[in-house]
């Protein structure tokens, strides 16, 4: 969704090389200290346990609760596991700083799960920022098994902070999982991070994106906006927008439409009407675009700074703009929205 699957298959082609080496028992992972021993004083290979190695008793399966029969194995507290290379294991700020798991089982029975990734998190900014990060489980052959998305809030400018990702077990179907890498890093400023629930900021509103429809090329993302406030909360027209790219600058060439003018029955079209939200009641305001791409450059835009009306404090949302050659994006009017929307 809005070009989402192109950056999953990227994703996928860099992590390739590093989950192949784990597939085996004996294979190492690089990036050691330096050996002042040895005549390149090259960084010195640090030997890692594969997945499932063998058949040891701290790779056993988790003991029931309770003491221990005699001869039974102590219940692990997780297998450090090679680190992926490359941008599967740092971008943007973020690094897997250590990856650890428990196996169960030997050979073609065996099992990975109690995932857990150490994530350091830079913040190279002038201002507080939030920092979602997507996180891949990759198999073997280096596809992408499942994804899941860690939030780390408010990373303060300049600063590094370390976040515990608790991944859990892989799916129980399909290809087994061997490692994790990072597929996406996505950071907003702490003050404009969309929330949907949680307490109420000041401005008495909380404000996000979903996760969008695609159809044929067209796109279609909400804007929901609840109030959270005490008091009513008016709106009369349509957001303002401004789209960014991954650097965070406004992007030039990109106009901002009415939905209409991209396409009928998104529920981008219509009418700005005045409306009035009581404390609990949300309104929504639909984005539109097509992803045609003709001669030119594609444009992808991940950020949309919104203001759901003048005067109101910005709120930036990553609905992952994939806008092709059209230079257009539609915006509908603020619409309430049903009880059972």
């Given at each position: 969704m809005n070009g989402a699957g192109r950056g999953a298959a990227a994703a996928v082609a860099t992590v390739t090389a590093a989950a192949l080496v784990l597939t085996g028992c004996g294979d190492r992972q690089s990036g050691g200290r330096a050996d002042a021993s040895r005549p390149d004083a090259g960084p010195r290979p640090?030997?890692?346990?594969?997945?499932?190695?063998?058949?040891?008793?701290?790779?056993?399966?988790?003991?029931?609760?309770?003491?221990?029969?005699?001869?039974?194995?102590?219940?692990?507290?997780?297998?450090?596991?090679?680190?992926?290379?490359?941008?599967?294991?740092?971008?943007?700020?973020?690094?897997?700083?250590?990856?650890?798991?428990?196996?169960?089982?030997?050979?073609?029975?065996?099992?990975?799960?109690?995932?857990?990734?150490?994530?350091?998190?830079?913040?190279?900014?002038?201002?507080?920022?939030?920092?979602?990060?997507?996180?891949?489980?990759?198999?073997?052959?280096?596809?992408?098994?499942?994804?899941?998305?860690?939030?780390?809030?408010?990373?303060?400018?300049?600063?590094?902070?370390?976040?515990?990702?608790?991944?859990?077990?892989?799916?129980?179907?399909?290809?087994?999982?061997?490692?994790?890498?990072?597929?996406?890093?996505?950071?907003?400023?702490?003050?404009?991070?969309?929330?949907?629930?949680?307490?109420?900021?000041?401005?008495?509103?909380?404000?996000?994106?979903?996760?969008?429809?695609?159809?044929?090329?067209?796109?279609?993302?909400?804007?929901?906006?609840?109030?959270?406030?005490?008091?009513?909360?008016?709106?009369?027209?349509?957001?303002?927008?401004?789209v960014l790219g991954t650097d965070h600058e406004p992007l030039t060439g990109v106009r901002v439409v009415h939905g209409e003018e991209v396409a009928t029955g998104t529920g981008a079209e219509g009418r700005p009407l005045p409306l009035t939200l009581r404390p609990g009641e949300r309104a929504y305001a639909v984005l539109t675009w097509r992803d045609t791409t003709t001669d030119g450059t594609p444009v992808n835009a991940p950020y949309v700074r919104v203001w759901a009306k003048p005067g109101a404090p910005p709120v930036t949302v990553t609905p992952e703009l994939d806008l092709g050659t059209t230079g257009r994006l539609g915006v509908g009017p603020w619409k309430k929205e049903d009880t059972g929307r």
């Open positions: 640090v030997t890692a346990d594969p997945p499932c190695p063998s058949a040891l008793s701290r790779h056993a399966a988790d003991p029931a609760d309770g003491p221990s029969p005699a001869g039974t194995a102590p219940k692990p507290s997780g297998t450090p596991l090679p680190l992926p290379a490359g941008t599967a294991a740092a971008q943007d700020g973020v690094r897997i700083a250590d990856l650890s798991g428990r196996t169960s089982g030997t050979g073609e029975d065996c099992a990975l799960g109690g995932l857990s990734a150490g994530l350091t998190v830079t913040n190279h900014t002038g201002t507080a920022m939030t920092y979602t990060v997507t996180l891949a489980l990759v198999s073997a052959d280096g596809s992408a098994v499942d994804t899941l998305e860690r939030t780390v809030t408010a990373v303060p400018p300049g600063r590094t902070v370390r976040n515990t990702a608790d991944l859990g077990s892989p799916p129980a179907r399909g290809p087994a999982v061997t490692s994790v890498a990072i597929e996406k890093v996505r950071s907003v400023p702490a003050d404009e991070a969309p929330s949907t629930s949680g307490t109420c900021l000041a401005s008495g509103m909380h404000l996000a994106a979903d996760r969008g429809d695609a159809a044929m090329g067209l796109r279609a993302v909400s804007l929901h906006l609840e109030n959270c406030g005490t008091r009513a909360y008016t709106l009369n027209g349509r957001p303002t927008l401004r």
